[in-house]
C-alpha cells in the first residue's frame, strides 16, 4: 500500500467522522442545504489525490436542475462533486459496496435499478421528488463508463420518467463533460487513459490504488447549455441533444489540450 493511499484513507476517515454529526442534521432538518458538506469533503479527496479541477461554462442557477453528464471513472464523483453541491444518481449494485455506499447515502445520492425497465417510473418519481425539492442531481447518462476518449449514447428513459413525474412542472436541463486531460503536466493518450478511465470489469480496488499512487491528475468540467424540458418534451430529443453537446466539449477540451502540448 502506498504512502500516498495511506494519507489518503487517514485524512478522509477524520474528515468523515468530523462532518459525519453535522452532516446527519443537514439531512434531516435542512435537505437544500445537505449538498455543502460533501462538497467540501469532495474537496479535501481533491487535494490529497493531487488533482487539479478547471471549470469552463457556468452551472445553471435555476433549480430544479439535471445535470447529464458522460462518466469516465468513479473519480467523476470527486472532479464534479468538488465544484459544486449535488446528489449522484447512482446504479443499485453502489448501495451494496462496503464503505462507498455509507459515503454514497452520506451524498444523498439516489439509487436506481437500470437492470429492470418496470422500475423506470418509480425510480423517475425518486428522482422527481428530490428535483421538486430545488436540489441539483447529477445523472450519468450512459449508464456505465466509458473509455475517457470516446462518449457513449445517453439513455433517455430516467430523463423522461423524471420529466413527467414532475407533472405541472419542469426540469432545467444542463449537459456536462468531465474530461481529463493530463497525468504530471503531460497529456493523456489513449494509452495511458486506462490509468483514469474505470470500465468494463476492473476491479475498484486495484484501480482505486493505481490512481491514487499516480496522482497530479489534471480535469476539466465543461458546463454547456441549460435547456428547460417539461412532462410534454420530446425526451429522446432532448437527450440526444445533450449527448452531442457533451461529445462536442470533450472533442474541444481534448483538441485545445493536444494543441497546447505541442511545440510551436
Known amino acids: ?27 434531516r432538518f435542512a435537505p437544500r442545504h445537505a449538498g455543502l458538506l460533501p462538497m467540501l469533503w469532495q474537496r479535501v479527496a481533491r487535494f490529497v489525490l493531487g488533482m487539479k479541477v478547471r471549470v469552463e461554462g457556468t452551472p445553471a442557477a435555476a433549480r430544479p436542475l ?36 455509507h459515503l454514497a447515502r452520506l451524498q444523498r445520492s439516489v439509487f436506481v435499478d437500470r437492470t429492470r425497465r ?49 407533472g405541472e412542472g419542469s426540469i432545467t436541463l444542463q449537459p456536462v463533460a468531465i474530461a481529463y486531460t493530463a497525468l504530471h503536466g503531460l497529456p493523456i493518450g489513449r494509452l495511458r ?26 480535469a476539466i468540467v465543461s458546463f454547456g447549455t441549460p435547456v428547460v424540458l417539461a412532462a410534454a418534451a420530446d425526451r429522446k430529443r432532448v437527450t440526444a441533444a445533450a449527448e452531442a453537446e457533451v461529445r462536442s466539449m470533450v472533442r474541444a477540451v481534448r483538441a485545445a489540450r493536444c494543441r497546447a502540448a505541442t511545440p510551436a
Open 1 to 27: 500500500m502506498s504512502v500516498r493511499l495511506v494519507v489518503l484513507v487517514l485524512v478522509l476517515a477524520a474528515v468523515t467522522l468530523l462532518f459525519l454529526p453535522f452532516q446527519l442534521l443537514a439531512m
Open 118 to 166: 418496470s422500475a423506470t417510473a418509480g425510480d423517475g418519481a425518486a428522482i422527481a421528488a428530490r428535483l421538486a425539492g430545488g436540489e441539483a442531481l447529477v445523472l450519468f447518462a450512459e449508464g456505465t463508463t466509458g473509455d475517457g476518449v470516446q462518449v457513449l449514447p445517453f439513455r433517455s428513459a430516467l430523463v423522461g420518467a423524471a420529466a413527467r413525474a414532475l
Open 66 to 101: 439535471l445535470l447529464v453528464a458522460n462518466h469516465v471513472s468513479w473519480l467523476d464523483i470527486v472532479t464534479l462533486g468538488s465544484v459544486m453541491p449535488v446528489s449522484f444518481i447512482a446504479k443499485q449494485e453502489v448501495a451494496g459496496w462496503p464503505v462507498v455506499r
Open 193 to 218: 487513459m486506462s490509468d483514469v478511465a474505470w470500465h468494463g470489469d476492473m476491479d475498484l480496488a486495484p484501480h482505486l490504488a493505481t490512481l491514487v499512487s499516480t496522482g497530479a491528475i489534471d
